[in-house]
T-cell receptor, first 115, second 115 residues
Framework: KQEVTQIPAALSVPEGENLVLNCSFT??????LQWFRQDPGKGLTSLLL?????REQTSGRLNASLDKSSGRSTLYIAASQPGDSATYLC??????????????FGKGTTLSVSS | DGGITQSPKYLFRKEGQNVTLSCEQN?????MYWYRQDPGQGLRLIYY???????QKGDIAEGYSVSREKKESFPLTVTSAQKNPTAFYLC??????????????FGEGSRLTVL
């Protein structure tokens, strides 16, 4: 059964630092991987979607990489800002899921950027 | 503006009562989903629908029911049979089934508390 793990569970950094969030998954046969941001008490905002055939995606200060063979993805945030403080979740689309339709989510990394 | 609207944002229910959470999207997406989020846990799929008048159970469908009479609407009813209904409920949609590479977009969530 596919499992998604995010380490660390929480991370605190000073403003301006570059940082990396990690996501690992147990079964490399995924359709795609998606990174989300969640502010407290709010819904999820899609940040980046990486298809299984892709190695990375970039959006502004965010860069996500995917290494299917090792079951890993990283989300790189450049020049962090206090507004980046949120919980970041990764999710993989698992074809072994009964209908191949559902994302399997990690529990998230809660990021705090201090000014 | 296009998006997903969930209502109400907060809902209190007495034990034994059914409640219905609303989800409306104007993105013209075919697929819609309901997830449940509990503290310290990843999101878990309750139900999904890929087309009007069709829906499928997810991983934790017991105690819940849905309908999909219109493309734009996918309401979730939390019945009295759901043993632990207090949670944050998230509705999502995608242009096509996530298994076909569709990117998920989420609403702002509804927080249900059972008194």
């Amino acid at each position: 059964k596919q499992e998604v793990t995010q380490i660390p569970a929480a991370l605190s950094v000073p403003e301006g630092e570059n940082l990396v969030l990690n996501c690992s998954f147990t079964d490399s046969a995924i359709y795609n991987l998606q990174w989300f941001r969640q502010d407290p008490g709010k819904g999820l905002t899609s940040l980046l979607l990486i298809q299984s055939s892709q190695r990375e995606q970039t959006s502004g200060r965010l860069n996500a990489s995917l290494d299917k063979s090792s079951g890993r993805s990283t989300l790189y945030i450049a020049a962090s800002q206090p507004g980046d403080s949120a919980t970041y979740l990764c999710a993989v689309l698992d074809p072994a899921n009964q209908a191949g339709t559902a994302l399997i989510f990690g529990k998230g990394t809660t990021l705090s950027v201090s000014s | 503006d296009g998006g997903i609207t969930q209502s109400p944002k907060y809902l209190f229910r007495k034990e034994g009562q059914n409640v219905t959470l609303s989800c409306e999207q104007n993105l013209n997406h075919d697929a819609m989903y309901w997830y449940r989020q509990d503290p310290g846990q990843g999101l878990r799929l309750i139900y999904y629908s890929q087309i009007v008048n069709d829906f499928q159970k997810g991983d934790i469908a017991e105690g819940y029911s849905v309908s999909r009479e219109k493309k734009e609407s996918f309401p979730l009813t939390v019945t009295s049979a759901q043993k632990n209904p207090t949670a944050f409920y998230l509705c999502a949609s995608s242009p096509r089934l996530a298994g076909d590479g569709g990117e998920l977009f989420f609403g702002e969530g509804s927080r249900l508390t059972v008194l």
